[in-house]
């Protein structure tokens, strides 16, 4: 039987929010797992084990930037690591500057963008020596550039969330549609584009929970196909209530508009970035101890 370390049930909670005797039983049973763990976690208590999806775990800002037109454009994040220096003015402005580069240079990937020529050197040497001045770690970790024949409207939430989006219709549309977006977060526009991988990770929850309720095998199979089909709307754009007016999906909204979506990139700074957290009293405590 694997050891179940208090690290690793701290990490379950905290990914989970769920009461620590709950996260010691759940790692017991998957012999120290910690998806397959949080699996269980979701089996047994719901969707208040999912809270980890919507963590943030990394400092940075989000950059946006749309042509004039409204023709191209581009979501980009930079990372450093305290919060103080993302609402630094000189961060904040080599973010800013990046996602007009993506938007108008059209870089094929961060590396590209890193050569690229900017104030008397590159976009790399701009960040080695904006480290220097700063004093922190800055690391330019993704961006998604757009062009279109239609239009992109743009939203960015505290600088932490940045939506952009290619539509079509009157432009208050596409405000409401970024702004939408980065209330409730879908992966996709449509069933087609939700991960596989998070389809199956549904089902198998469903699974176990509808196993457990005892009944017939084909009353088991709609429960499941159900849950699916809930999951898939809730996290499809389309689907959605929309925000402004939940008596309406986003779907029902656009086709009364007159309007349309074709794409959308939504960005959240630090997701799905660990982020090392320091307990300073055990720290001193420690080397307190390796002096005695």
Known sequence: MAEISASMVKELREKTDAPMMECKKALTEAEGDLARAEEILRVKLGN???????????????????????????VIEVNCETDFVAKNNDFVAYVNTLAEMVATKNPADV??????????????????????????????RRFERMETANKLASYVHGGKI???????????????????????????????????ADIATERSVAEQKAAESGKPADIVAKMVEGSVQKFLKEVTLLSQPFVKNDKQTVEQMLKAENAGIARFALFIVGEGIEKKTTDFAAEVAAAAAGRA
């Open 48 to 74: 208040k084990a999912s809270k980890a999806a919507a963590r943030v775990t990394a400092e940075g800002l989000i950059g946006l930037y749309i042509s004039p037109d409204a023709k191209q454009g581009a």
């Open 162 to 196: 940045g939506v952009l989006v290619d539509f079509s219709g009157a432009d208050g549309v596409g405000k409401d549609l970024a702004m939408h977006i980065a209330a409730t977060k879908p992966k996709a526009l449509n069933a087609d584009g939700v991960p596989a």
């Open 111 to 140: 590396a590209a963008l890193s050569e690229l020529p900017l104030e008397g050197g590159t976009v790399e040497t701009v960040r080695t020596a904006l480290i220097g001045k700063i004093g922190e770690n800055i690391s330019i």
